[in-house]
């Protein structure tokens, strides 16, 4: 299956022997070197694509958006301009993150968490059905696939008081990220129409969460410490104009939200994600059937006034669907009981040298599947 052909055409930033950082196109195997591209006038840019981040280019806009990748577009197909063989190349985080907010969007992985940190309380509480609640991250610690995971230290809840230590319930959350391209002013905001203007393109996010940690700390301001250590994302940002045929009917919404959140057309994508511990394959999430929607969650992330800058990445939320083996995250799929992996080992939470992997697809034109690359991370013990 082809998942990097003329109708993906992800973004990413790579060198090549510890050389400079240049911004490439991923065509199948090959990354199309766009640096050299414009260094060379195949393609114009005004220079955006001579720098070592996608932001200056994200901050063009829209319509230079679609311009560039129609001109890449015809580069790859035509076979010009340098191509590097992806195997020589080191990939960086592919844009410089402005602000980072994580949503909490599936209902089931609300219900799931809710019935396991509050047994006392509703699963989900009231005024998760009327906005997309969300917390603001550490923008400064959003890294690159592949970078380790040291695993964190912190407090947790002890007998009569706080224990102190390396975390013991080290999870993942299997995300879907949106990449702003197009800043806002402040004191405005986004329509629920506006996703296109304002989102450049679509990454896959590993939102690693310490459940020891979290659960002492959240009450009452929310997630601090125990997922501010690090959140990984693939190399690769699928241009939301390559995701065109993957818009799918999201799930009604009763009780009905407020007009602010009403789209005409309330769309989700239809990505299926997979995520495999140690090389076994856990769970296949599926992403349509988030109840909140990208373009509802921008919406709301701006609706007082908050503005948007180049570089801002808003994750969906853990994608978990109905069924155990299509949860996002371990604390889920572990709750019944460990897992066992294809070495006949049996986990809970991660250990130290375990790796976790996300990979997605979606549906492309014509039959073809887009692919979104993959986020992995091994954990290490801390230093
Ligand atoms: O319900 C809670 O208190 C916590 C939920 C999460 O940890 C999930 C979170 O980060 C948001 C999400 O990924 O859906
Ligand atoms: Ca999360
Ligand atoms: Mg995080």
Avoid at 69 to 96: I, K, M, S
Avoid at 97 to 112: Q, T
Avoid at 285 to 303: E, I, K, R
Wanted: glycine share 12%.
């Amino acid at each position: 299956m082809t998942l990097y052909g003329l109708d993906n055409l992800p973004y990413g930033v790579f060198s090549v022997d510890g050389g400079r950082r240049r911004i490439g196109v991923r065509v199948h195997d090959d990354v199309l070197d766009l640096d050299a591209a414009e260094a060379a006038g195949l393609i114009d840019a005004r220079g955006a694509l001579r720098t070592p981040t996608l932001n200056a280019h994200m901050a063009q806009g829209r319509a230079a958006w679609s311009a560039v990748r129609a001109r890449v577009r015809e580069l790859a197909r035509a076979g010009d301009g340098t191509l590097v063989p992806l195997a020589d190349c080191e990939l960086h985080l592919p844009f410089q993150v402005a602000d980072y907010v994580d949503f909490y969007s599936s209902a089931w992985h609300a219900s799931n968490v809710g019935k396991i940190l509050r047994p006392n309380q509703p699963d989900i509480p009231e005024n998760w059905w009327h906005l997309p609640i969300g917390y603001h991250g550490r923008a400064g610690t959003v890294t690159v696939s592949g970078t380790p995971i040291v695993r964190p230290w912190g407090q947790r809840r002890g007998d009569g008081g706080p224990a102190f230590g390396p975390s013991t319930r080290l999870d993942i959350e299997a995300e879907v990220g949106f990449v702003v391209g197009t800043p806002t002013r402040l004191g405005t905001r986004v329509p629920v129409s506006g996703l296109a203007d304002h989102v450049f393109g679509v990454v896959l996010v590993n939102d690693w969460s310490a459940r020891d940690i979290q659960a002492w700390e959240y009450v009452p301001l929310g997630p601090f410490c125990g997922k501010s250590f690090a959140t990984s994302v693939a190399p690769w940002v699928v241009p939301l104009e390559a995701l065109a045929h993957a818009w799918t009917p999201a799930p009604a919404q009763d009780p009905p939200v407020l007009d602010y959140l009403r789209a005409d057309e309330h769309l989700g994508l239809d990505l299926s994600l997979a995520v495999e511990w140690n090389g076994t394959r856990v769970s296949r999430p599926p992403f349509a059937g988030m109840y909140w929607t990208p373009a509802q969650q921008l919406a709301h992330l701006t609706v007082n006034g908050a503005s948007l800058c180049t570089g801002d990445l808003f994750a969906s939320g853990t994608v978990s669907g109905p069924q155990r083996e299509e949860v996002g995250s371990f604390l889920e799929l572990t709750a019944a009981g460990p897992v066992r992996l294809a070495d006949g080992s049996l986990r809970t939470f991660l250990e130290d040298g375990d790796t976790v992997s996300i990979t997605a697809t979606a549906p492309g034109p014509d039959g073809t599947t887009i692919g979104f690359g993959e986020v992995t991370g091994t954990v290490v013990k801390t230093a």
